[in-house]
Each structure stands twice: as structure tokens, then as C-alpha cells.
Nanobody, 124 residues
Framework: QVQLVESGGGLVQAGGSLRLSCAAS????????MAWFRQAPGKDREFVAA????????NYADPVKGRFTISRDNAKNTVYLQMNALKPEETAVYYC?????????????????WGQGTQVTVST
């Protein structure tokens, strides 16, 4: 049974930074692609970033390129999302996801397990 637990969300001013963490249970983490998605109120869930099992390949949504960094520590079964220069429109619940694919894809249906989400609120 895979469980994903996100942490690190909170309230930050525009232009500020946050680091999200996602701790995974189970022995499949080091062989899995991991991703972050987000969902703002009244909007569809959208892809943010993904990382391959080794950490060698990453993929970012265009709006976050250059500001967000996804990384992972397979020894700790944890994936991170460093978010810099945050914008108010990035206020959302951020979800961690785990999938069996070999490439860091941005399609939600490719991910089998999801965390409960962590709220990120960016104030003006």
C-alpha cells in the first residue's frame, strides 16, 4: 500500500518561497516517477512538475519554469518542490503523485497514487 503525505504548505507573500515535501511509504518509491499537481478553487487540477525515478529527468509546466525546482531523495522516500517567486494566482492545493511510468509525464491519469494535498496561499 502506497501512502503519500505532503507538508510544507502555508501562507506566503507574493515573491516569497516555500518548499513542499512529500513522504512516501512503500518499497516502490525509488522505482517510481513522482510529480506535483495543483488545483485552485473552481479550476481543474493542473500539472506543475515531475521527476523520473533516478532524478535524472525532470519536466515542468511552462508557468513555473525557472522558478520551481523538483527534486527527490530516494534514501528518504521523499520528493520536494522548491517554489520561488510565488504569485497570488498560484494559490492552490498542491498534490503529490506517484506513477509507474518511466518518463516524468504531465498527464494526471498516468499517476496511480495521490496524497491528500497541502494548501499554499500566496498573498498580495
Amino acid at each position: 500500500q502506497v501512502q503519500l503525505v505532503e507538508s510544507g504548505g502555508g501562507l506566503v507573500q507574493a515573491g516569497g518561497s516555500l518548499r513542499l515535501s512529500c513522504a512516501a511509504s512503500g518499497r516502490t518509491f525509488s522505482a517510481s516517477t513522482m510529480a506535483w499537481f495543483r488545483q485552485a478553487p473552481g479550476k481543474d487540477r493542473e500539472f506543475v512538475a515531475a521527476i523520473s525515478w533516478s532524478g535524472g529527468n525532470t519536466n515542468y509546466a511552462d508557468p513555473v519554469k525557472g522558478r520551481f525546482t523538483i527534486s527527490r531523495d530516494n534514501a528518504k522516500n521523499t520528493v520536494y518542490l522548491q517554489m520561488n517567486a510565488l504569485k497570488p494566482e498560484e494559490t492552490a492545493v498542491y498534490y503529490c503523485a506517484q506513477g509507474a511510468g518511466r518518463s516524468p509525464a504531465g498527464r494526471a491519469f498516468l499517476y496511480d497514487y495521490w496524497g491528500q494535498g497541502t494548501q499554499v496561499t500566496v498573498s498580495t
